[in-house]
Structures are given as structure tokens and as C-alpha cells.
């Protein structure tokens, strides 16, 4: 299978899906790693390949100077989930989902914030250069 903007997309549409499935379940308020369990469950049970807890190498001039980053969930291999449960969304949280697009070469990421009463107002999609050089379709 071709890996495409679309497919990509679709993937992402599911994982939106089941966020907002598991806030309608639990609502806010509740620890991170209570709805990173709950959400990782519910890709699982929609079908994805879900990836948790994955070391992040930092690579710099060819060299790995080690891991002192790890992701949330990767989904299908392709898009990267970082999890918050969080009142204010600070700019940090989108620059730690751009390093590990960066240091991963994944196309897509998904900064969702469970700590809300709308998951899709508090979602924030990033997409890297590996993304735009995909077909549409």
C-alpha cells in the first residue's frame, strides 16, 4: 500500500474519533496516563497499530547523543500522539511534538489535550516535510 496525504489523514480522522469516544467516557480532570491507557485501547480496539512509551534518539551532525525523549503512542507507524491533560496548552507541548517529528521522520502529529469540554477545540495537527512531499491520493 501507497502511503498517502489521504491515507494519512484518515488514519488521523480515526485517532480524533477516539479521543473524543474516550472524553465522552471519562470527561475531564483525570491523570494523563489514565487516558493515554484508556485511548490506546480504544485505537486498539478501532483497528490501529498502536506503538507506547517510545524512546526518541537524538541525532546530531550523524551522531546519537542518546535518548532523553519518549513519545506517547505512535499509531500505524506514521502519526505521532502526544497526550496532555492539561488547563493551559503552552507552546512547549507543540515544540515537543515538532522534536520528535523531527527526530523520527514520521509525516504527522496530533497534540490532544483530554483536560478540556471539546477535544477538537484543544487539538492541535502538525505535519512536517515528509508529509508535503506525499501524493494526494
Request: aromatic share 8%; charged share 20%.
Amino acid at each position: 500500500m501507497q502511503v498517502t496525504k489521504q491515507y494519512i489523514n484518515s488514519i488521523s480522522y480515526k485517532i480524533v474519533g477516539c479521543a473524543i469516544e474516550v472524553h465522552k467516557q471519562l470527561g475531564p480532570g483525570l491523570l494523563e496516563s489514565v487516558y493515554e491507557t484508556c485511548f490506546r485501547d480504544e485505537l486498539i480496539s478501532q483497528g490501529l497499530k498502536v506503538e507506547r512509551q517510545i524512546p526518541v534518539p537524538i541525532i546530531y551532525k550523524g551522531k546519537d547523543l542518546g535518548t532523553n525523549l519518549v513519545l506517547d503512542l505512535v499509531v500505524n507507524d506514521l502519526v505521532i500522539v502526544e497526550i496532555k491533560a492539561v488547563e493551559l496548552m503552552i507552546p512547549v507541548y507543540k515544540a515537543q511534538l515538532l522534536s520528535y517529528l523531527k527526530f523520527t521522520g514520521k509525516p504527522k502529529g496530533l497534540l490532544i489535550n483530554f483536560h478540556c469540554n471539546n477535544i477538537k477545540d484543544h487539538l492541535v495537527p502538525l505535519v512536517t516535510d515528509v508529509f508535503a512531499k506525499l501524493h494526494e491520493a
